[in-house]
């Protein structure tokens, strides 16, 4: 909570929802008649069906739009309802951040009716395939690699369930970690990276040598030579997962 509550003010600016992503999380979602946002932030990606928003951070909650689902504060391991309130659940870029993973998957799976549906990402792909973390900022991956959540574990707690690779477009309107694949000048922007927790938390200091490295090579042109292959792509698979499982 604490940790939002801090670096959840640069959300509004840097991270609205993209529709390319959106489609893709409603599909998994289904036909659900009621849907529970667990870990819902500023109300991102949910659908028209949406019942109850669960956030602990209250910075985060002032930031949902009007006329949006009510927002109860609390955790993913507490969850304030009862057994199979809902038809889904779903948790977006939020079980990292969680305190006890296991307790909030069975939370999860106890009020869902149908269906569970995470949005995460595989951290052995990340770490391969994102430029930014691999050639740059390894200090930003180390931080990732202590709070990573494996998919198979993750479904493993969820008690199965598949993955669907979520391709990310080169023109992504919401600013989390890989958005700006395409777009390396962005990482330079304090107002970018303060919109991406794996950045921010790491730190400006940690970051600065990196972030150098990379300014210089934008600016020489190296770069776009080393990374011209990814100028002609439309979207990108850079590890982000959707978790899907039925009860």
Same mark, same amino acid.
């Given at each position: 909570?604490?940790?939002?509550?801090?670096?959840?003010?640069?959300?509004?600016?840097?991270?609205?929802?993209?529709?390319?992503?959106?489609?893709?999380? @409603?599909?998994?979602?289904? /036909?659900?008649?009621?849907?529970?946002?667990?870990?819902?932030?500023?109300?991102?990606?949910?659908?028209?069906?949406?019942?109850?928003?669960?956030? +602990?951070?209250?910075?985060?909650?002032?930031?949902?739009?009007? $006329?949006?689902?009510?927002?109860?504060?609390?955790?993913?391991?507490?969850? +304030?309802?009862?057994?199979?309130?809902?038809?889904?659940?779903?948790?977006? *870029?939020?079980?990292?951040?969680?305190?006890?993973? =296991?307790?909030?998957?069975?939370?999860?799976?106890?009020?869902?009716?149908?269906?569970?549906?995470?949005?995460?990402?595989?951290?052995?792909?990340?770490?391969?395939?994102?430029?930014?973390?691999? /050639?740059?900022?390894?200090?930003?991956? =180390?931080?990732?690699?202590?709070?990573?959540?494996?998919?198979?574990?993750?479904?493993?707690?969820?008690?199965?369930?598949?993955?669907? #690779?979520?391709?990310? #477009? @080169?023109?992504?309107?919401? $600013?989390?970690? =890989?958005?700006?694949?395409?777009?390396? @000048?962005?990482?330079?922007?304090?107002?970018?990276?303060?919109?991406?927790?794996?950045?921010?938390?790491?730190?400006?200091?940690?970051?600065?040598? $990196? *972030?150098?490295? *990379?300014?210089?090579?934008?600016?020489? $042109?190296?770069?776009?030579?080393?990374?011209?292959?990814?100028?002609?792509?439309? =979207?990108?698979?850079?590890?982000?997962?959707?978790?899907?499982?039925? @009860?």
């Amino acid at each position: 909570m604490a940790l939002y509550d801090a670096l959840g003010a640069a959300y509004a600016r840097t991270r609205q929802p993209d529709p390319r992503i959106a489609a893709q999380i @409603h599909a998994a979602v289904g /036909d659900a008649t009621d849907v529970l946002n667990v870990g819902a932030g500023g109300g991102s990606y949910e659908p028209p069906r949406t019942v109850l928003a669960v956030e +602990p951070s209250q910075v985060m909650i002032s930031q949902r739009p009007a $006329g949006g689902a009510p927002a109860v504060r609390a955790v993913a391991e507490h969850l +304030p309802l009862r057994d199979g309130a809902v038809d889904a659940v779903m948790a977006l *870029l939020t079980v990292r951040h969680w305190v006890d993973l =296991a307790a909030g998957i069975r939370e999860l799976r106890r009020v869902a009716r149908r269906r569970v549906v995470v949005l995460t990402w595989d951290q052995r792909i990340f770490r391969e395939r994102f430029w930014l973390v691999r /050639d740059y900022l390894p200090e930003a991956a =180390a931080f990732d690699d202590s709070r990573a959540v494996p998919t198979d574990r993750l479904i493993d707690l969820l008690g199965g369930g598949r993955q669907e #690779p979520v391709r990310i #477009p @080169h023109d992504c309107v919401d $600013g989390f970690g =890989a958005a700006y694949w395409r777009r390396p @000048h962005a990482y330079l922007d304090p107002q970018v990276r303060a919109g991406i927790s794996m950045l921010a938390q790491t730190g400006d200091d940690a970051l600065a040598p $990196g *972030l150098t490295r *990379l300014a210089d090579d934008l600016a020489a $042109g190296r770069w776009h030579t080393r990374h011209a292959e990814l100028l002609g792509l439309e =979207a990108m698979d850079v590890g982000y997962r959707l978790i899907v499982a039925d @009860h």
